[in-house]
């Protein structure tokens, strides 16, 4: 008895994520999202097949990047007054991320640049929101 109430926590914090949300930043999914879409046009002008394996298993590993960076963003940034400012943030996400995916269109599914680039401007569309939203707190 005398031991667990020596070792009982004294003080009890709570807090909604794990660090302050300062360290949030969409920055995080563009960068992989850029590097999806480099290594797409690097596929597209190299024939090489043991380079091309390479450059597909990196992508898919990239774009599986920008689907965890845009979830945590997705459910760990942004609050329900976010959601109901800016109505079109759910679909926007979930187009983001299924653009990440492997499904028809996926940037993990194809090798066409241009889906890539597709990412990379729903990610700015994300970031402008972001920063609109830092900037009122």
């Not at 994520?17 to 596929?43: T, W």
Request: glycine fraction near 6%; aromatic fraction near 10%.
């Amino acid at each position: 008895m005398r031991l667990s109430r020596i070792l009982r926590p004294r003080l009890e914090a709570t807090a909604h994520c794990d660090l302050p949300c300062g360290v949030y930043d969409p920055a995080q999914a563009r960068i992989e999202a850029e590097s999806v879409k480099a290594i797409q046009e690097k596929y597209q002008g190299n024939e090489d097949p043991v380079f091309r394996e390479r450059a597909i298993e990196i992508k898919e590993q990239r774009s599986d990047l920008v689907k965890h960076h845009l979830w945590v963003l997705w459910t760990d940034y942004f609050k329900p007054p976010h959601f109901e400012k800016y109505p079109e943030l759910h679909n926007l996400f979930n187009k983001a991320t299924k653009k990440a995916g492997g499904g028809a269109g996926g940037t993990k599914a194809s090798v066409d640049p241009a889906t890539g680039q597709e990412l990379l401007d729903y990610i700015s569309q994300i970031d402008k929101i972001f920063w609109e939203t830092k900037q009122a707190a």
